[in-house]
Nanobody, 114 residues
Framework: QLQLVQSGGGLVQPGGSLRLSCVASGSIFSLSMGWYRQAPGKQRELVAS???????NYVDSVKGRFTISRDNAKNTVYLQMNSLKPEDTAVYYC?????????WGQGTQVTVSS
């Protein structure tokens, strides 16, 4: 059972940046990983993913603004978020890709507002 702890969220003005971290309790070396988000009243969506080989994929709404990366030695996945918009406001979670229901953590709140 992998435990995932997300951090790095906060309140930021439009156009600002945040870097989210996801630390796993065990090795993620053999896992594709993803960052997901859930905004109030909306379904959870996959925002970005990274394969074991480092190939990345993004939902259209964040392409060019978000960057996912991984450090297998630290069992950590990152999400660099630039040029943030109010519509990026959500709770952000990491999980394997595709996700395991039992791997959901507490998430980290990102609020983009002036």
């Amino acid at each position: 059972q992998l435990q995932l702890v997300q951090s790095g969220g906060g309140l930021v003005q439009p156009g600002g940046s945040l870097r989210l971290s996801c630390v796993a309790s065990g090795s993620i070396f053999s896992l594709s990983m993803g960052w997901y988000r859930q905004a109030p009243g909306k379904q959870r969506e996959l925002v970005a993913s990274i394969t074991t080989g480092g190939n990345t994929n993004y939902v259209d709404s964040v392409k060019g603004r978000f960057t996912i990366s991984r450090d297998n030695a630290k069992n950590t996945v990152y999400l660099q978020m630039n040029s943030l918009k109010p519509e990026d406001t959500a709770v952000y979670y990491c999980n394997r890709m595709p996700y395991y229901e039992s791997y959901w953590g507490q998430g980290t709140q990102v609020t983009v507002s002036s």
